[in-house]
């Protein structure tokens, strides 16, 4: 009985999603634009050495780095602080 459910049991438990959120002081426009390109640049050679591709969605303020449609880091600038949050497991 346990061997005809356990992987009924292992494909349907789904553990909770852990989030990180860290704050730094606000970064100027000139340190965030900068932030947002490193970590773009880092991304593309990330791909290019054959890791898993990420997906970069900006705006003025944040930007979010998905996986697989999946988010994985949101940075957001306003509000009078940097806010890191990374979602995963």
């Given at each position: 009985?346990?061997?005809?459910?356990?992987?009924?049991?292992?494909?349907?438990?789904?553990?909770?999603?852990?989030?990180?959120?860290?704050?730094?002081?606000?970064?100027?426009d000139l340190e965030f634009l900068q932030l947002q390109e490193d970590l773009?640049?880092?991304?593309?050679?990330?791909?290019?050495?054959?890791?898993?591709?990420?997906?970069?969605?900006?705006?003025?303020?944040?930007?979010?780095?998905?996986?697989?449609?999946?988010?994985?880091?949101?940075?957001?600038?306003?509000?009078?602080?940097?806010?890191?949050?990374?979602?995963?497991?």
């Amino acid at each position: 009985m346990v061997l005809a459910l356990g992987p009924l049991v292992a494909h349907s438990y789904r553990p909770e999603a852990r989030i990180n959120v860290t704050t730094y002081r606000e970064f100027s426009d000139l340190e965030f634009l900068q932030l947002q390109e490193d970590l773009r640049v880092q991304l593309q050679r990330e791909s290019v050495a054959g890791m898993p591709a990420f997906d970069m969605v900006s705006a003025a303020t944040y930007f979010e780095i998905r996986q697989d449609a999946e988010p994985v880091i949101l940075v957001d600038n306003s509000a009078g602080r940097l806010l890191v949050i990374a979602f995963g497991q």
